[in-house]
């Protein structure tokens, strides 16, 4: 102790301490003057290996990456199944005893930290992300309000699969991921009626408002899974863009105005493009193509 208070009286009686060295390796700070290491020592400046690989885990400081939308959220517990030592060698009986006590405490405590409508609905959830190609992002922010939806214990009485669902399409609306309720329902096996019944009740329980999606963020879409060509895509294009300065699309179906449009546009290219293909793939009735065609046309007459 008397080392240390004297190395620190020299340094600060005979030395400025205005050139100050760090040590990347170490992180520890010292004087170039007089060569005193200070006490405190630099932050970490170098990429923080996540473990996502084999070989990244071994080197990881943090271990895997935490995540909303695991039950846990990406930090287990985990107490090795064998019953030995770091060496090898095989524990006593009073610590297999232990051990054992303590794995089932922690397979207990996993249960009852984290709900079980958590587990269920993570993995439907794992099962959403592959079938619409939902981006990362979205699926953590469905997993956060769940979470939220879960704490106003509104869960119960409900189907935790639909819950999911309406939550899923609640924040692709608020992220402007175009993923349509047909899309949602048909991807988690639900009815599309009992889903619209779920996202007013959450929309009234959360007391937001999602913003409504535009039609052109559909007729890409809808153009190449009919295969039309290029041609066609940006005829439709301009024709939606007529039928916005008009304002045919008010309160109207994006979805519907979409296939709309295309309908019309592959009929201007002589393309041979059936309304039952189309009502099949968008999930709109033939009729309402037809209603929707037959406003754009009344409404623009030659512009198409």
């Known amino acids: 102790m008397a080392g240390k208070l004297l190395t620190e009286l020299v340094h600060q009686n005979s030395c400025k301490k205005k050139n100050i060295i760090t040590d990347d390796l ?10 005193v290491v200070l006490a405190e020592k630099s932050l970490e400046t170098r990429f923080e290996n996540s473990g996502f690989t084999d070989d990244g885990y071994l080197n990881s400081r943090v271990g895997g990456r935490i995540s909303l939308k695991m039950a846990d959220r990406g930090l287990p517990t985990i107490i090795q199944a064998q019953n030995k030592d770091s060496t090898g060698k095989t524990l006593s009986r009073q610590n297999r005893i232990l051990f054992y006590r303590l ?40 997993a956060y309000w769940f979470r939220k939806i879960s704490a106003k214990n509104v869960l119960k009485g409900r189907s935790t699969l639909v819950i999911l669902c309406a939550t899923a399409y609640i924040v692709c609306r608020l992220t402007n991921t175009p993923r349509t309720l047909h899309d949602i329902a048909e991807a988690g096996n639900v009815k599309t009626k009992h889903l619209q019944r779920i996202y007013r009740f959450l929309v009234r329980e959360l007391d937001i408002h999602p913003i409504a999606y535009k039609p052109d963020e559909f007729v890409a879409r809808l153009a190449r899974a009919i295969k039309a060509s290029e041609k066609t895509q940006r005829l439709a294009f301009r024709i939606l ?21 295309v309908h019309l546009a592959s009929l201007k290219n002589n393309e041979k493009v059936s309304q039952l293909k189309i009502s099949e793939i968008s999930g709109i009735s033939a009729v309402t193509i037809r209603d929707r065609s037959k406003e754009i046309i009344k409404c623009l007459g030659g512009e198409i």
């Open 26 to 35: 170490t992180g520890e700070m010292a004087c170039s003057s007089c060569g």
């Open 103 to 142: 794995r089932m405490w922690d397979r207990n405590s996993r249960s009852a930290n984290s709900p079980q409508s958590f587990q269920k609905a993570f993995t439907l959830l794992d099962g959403l992300r592959v079938k619409l190609a939902l981006p990362d992002s979205v699926v953590e922010q469905t």
């Open 241 to 261: 863009s007529n039928a916005e300065k008009k304002g045919i699309t008010t309160s109207k179906n994006p979805m519907s105005m979409a296939a709309a449009v």
